[in-house]
């Protein structure tokens, strides 16, 4: 049932990036930070993934701190029966996650829970109005914004044993007291062929990446 949402997902995405094209691509400056949108292809093979070592499963509650548009939490609660929740402080970026989720529900795309809330991820209150603590969230992701205040906040509030994605980064030992204990490094050999290899290296291993390298960690609260 999840995997036929995929399509159904990427071209709800990759129509609305198309609209956006003249105004040079879905991209807006928020008060505290840019929403710039993650790659669904290559977010699809990182996430099957942690899937497929154990690091999330049904029972995971997953976080994309700072959501923009909501594709992110489409993807994870789309693709697989993870409840998500995505926390946006930009109220019309807000709106409009919970807008294409709907509307991609709509469309008869399948999507286990998924909701947003409009705040700062950094704020206890964001939560708690809703009814929700951050500290029952055992992944926590986030697309290099404001980064290092969310690893701390993971580090500083969350239960030993949670997780903190990072996409778009280098690997840092020690990133606000995580411990970085994979990173992997998402490859689309050729771009007429729209396959991801995840090449996954353990995190006290630190290979040398370039500048077009993209990556994502695995960071622990231990
Ligand atoms: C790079 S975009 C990523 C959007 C989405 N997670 C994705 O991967 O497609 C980062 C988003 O985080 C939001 N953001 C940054 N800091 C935030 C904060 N403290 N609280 C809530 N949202 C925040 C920005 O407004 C922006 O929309």
Same mark, same amino acid.
């Given at each position: 049932?999840?995997?036929?949402?995929?399509?159904?997902?990427?071209?709800?995405?990759?129509?609305?990036?198309?609209?956006?094209?003249?105004?040079?691509?879905?991209?807006?400056?928020?008060?505290?930070?840019?929403?710039?949108?993650?790659?669904?292809?290559?977010?699809?093979?990182?996430?099957?993934?942690?899937?497929? &070592?154990?690091?999330?499963?049904? +029972? /995971? !509650?997953? =976080? @994309?701190?700072?959501? $923009?548009? #909501?594709?992110? %939490? *489409?993807?994870?609660?789309?693709?697989?029966?993870?409840?998500?929740?995505?926390?946006?402080?930009? &109220?019309?970026?807000?709106?409009? +996650? /919970? !807008?294409? =989720? @709907?509307?991609?529900? $709509?469309? #008869?795309?399948? %999507? *286990?829970?998924?909701?947003?809330?409009?705040?700062?991820?950094?704020?206890?209150?964001?939560?708690?109005?809703?009814?929700?603590?951050?500290?029952?969230?055992?992944?926590?992701?986030?697309?290099?914004?404001?980064?290092?205040?969310?690893?701390?906040?993971?580090?500083?509030?969350?239960?030993?044993?949670?997780?903190?994605?990072?996409?778009?980064?280098?690997?840092?030992?020690?990133?606000?007291?995580?411990?970085?204990?994979?990173?992997?490094?998402?490859?689309?050999?050729?771009?007429?062929?729209?396959?991801?290899?995840?090449?996954?290296?353990?995190?006290?291993?630190?290979?040398?990446?370039?500048?077009?390298?993209?990556?994502?960690?695995?960071?622990?609260?231990?």
């Amino acid at each position: 049932m999840y995997d036929n949402n995929f399509a159904l997902i990427q071209n709800y995405f990759d129509a609305l990036d198309k609209a956006e094209g003249p105004r040079g691509g879905p991209y807006k400056r928020t008060e505290v930070g840019q929403f710039v949108p993650s790659p669904l292809l290559y977010l699809r093979a990182a996430f099957a993934h942690m899937l497929s &070592l154990g690091e999330i499963d049904e +029972s /995971s !509650r997953f =976080l @994309d701190a700072g959501c $923009g548009d #909501g594709r992110v %939490l *489409a993807l994870i609660s789309g693709m697989h029966p993870i409840k998500s929740l995505g926390v946006e402080y930009d &109220l019309e970026m807000a709106n409009r +996650s /919970s !807008r294409n =989720l @709907d509307r991609l529900t $709509g469309l #008869g795309a399948h %999507l *286990a829970s998924a909701a947003v809330i409009h705040g700062d991820f950094m704020d206890d209150e964001t939560y708690s109005k809703h009814g929700v603590r951050f500290q029952e969230f055992d992944v926590v992701f986030n697309y290099i914004n404001n980064q290092r205040d969310i690893a701390a906040k993971v580090f500083n509030e969350s239960p030993s044993g949670t997780s903190f994605w990072l996409l778009g980064a280098f690997p840092v030992p020690g990133f606000q007291g995580l411990v970085l204990e994979r990173n992997l490094e998402l490859i689309q050999e050729d771009p007429e062929v729209p396959d991801i290899q995840v090449n996954d290296v353990a995190g006290d291993v630190l290979p040398i990446y370039g500048p077009d390298d993209f990556l994502m960690q695995l960071y622990r609260k231990i």
